[in-house]
């Protein structure tokens, strides 16, 4: 395991830990050094597909209602921590919220960072988003091999815990399945897209589920769903619910 501090650009800087699948997950906790949060806020999924209004509205609800919510809670956020898709915009919408950390786990060879590996040599890769306070990053050179480990991060802090989907894919589909098995209460944003939609219309609508997956998520009982244009307030008042309820 290394740990070091990097610095962004925008003068930001934030711990960062480098640690092979295996590690334990309580050393990675104290080499993160992170006051216990009093709550977690997991978003999964992406922002692939959505035009701009759709995104302009995703980064209203972030900045309008999640963040705040979770600042107000003293509430630790857990994404992708890269600069693409809802993770760049959790990344601006804490900077709003003094004290409001962010944390990110990523693999390692898919980022770059300053003082980091070059992105010309990284396919598909993505740069570290500078407004997170922290960093874990897996060795592992797949897009979700650190979902492992994000998840048994997320547990090691034990604290109450809610999972937030948006938009998504095969990766978040995943990491949505292993949420709720963890027993972790659901929001999913309908509107944004791929399999936040998919799941959204097996849970709201009563349409057939098109795999396992979604058929398991959507009779687990842990499931809200939340409209993309509904008020932002009504997702701010929802999340501390969610999160006191457990």
Request: net charge negative; charged share 20%.
């Amino acid at each position: 395991m290394t740990k070091k501090e990097i610095s962004f650009e925008n003068g930001n800087h934030a711990i960062v830990v480098i640690v092979p699948c295996d590690t334990d997950p309580q050393s990675i906790l104290k080499a993160l050094a992170l006051a216990p949060p009093n709550a977690l806020v997991i978003v999964l999924g992406g922002a692939k597909g959505l035009d701009d209004s759709r995104k302009t509205r995703l980064a209203e609800l972030f900045s309008d209602a999640i963040a705040p919510a979770a600042a107000k809670l003293d509430a630790l956020i857990i994404d992708g921590g890269t600069q693409s898709g809802v993770m760049a915009m959790v990344g601006e919408a804490v900077t709003r919220y003094r004290g409001c950390q962010l944390l990110g786990i990523a693999p390692k060879g898919k980022v770059t960072y300053p003082g980091g590996p070059a992105e010309a040599g990284i396919a598909d890769g993505a740069p570290l988003e500078p407004n997170h306070s922290h960093f874990v990053l897996v060795e592992s050179n797949e897009w979700g091999g650190e979902t492992g480990k994000m998840l048994e991060l997320a547990r090691a802090f034990n604290a109450p815990t809610v999972a937030i989907l948006v938009n998504g894919g095969a990766i978040a589909a995943d990491e949505t399945l292993q949420s709720v098995r963890n027993g972790w209460p659901l929001v999913v944003i309908q509107g944004s897209g791929r399999f936040a939609d998919e799941l959204s219309a097996a849970v709201r609508d009563g349409q057939s589920a098109k795999s396992t997956e979604v058929s398991e998520i959507a009779r687990s009982g842990r499931v809200a769903v939340f409209h993309i244009d509904d008020a932002a307030e009504k997702l701010r008042d929802k999340l501390p619910r969610m999160l006191l309820s457990r």
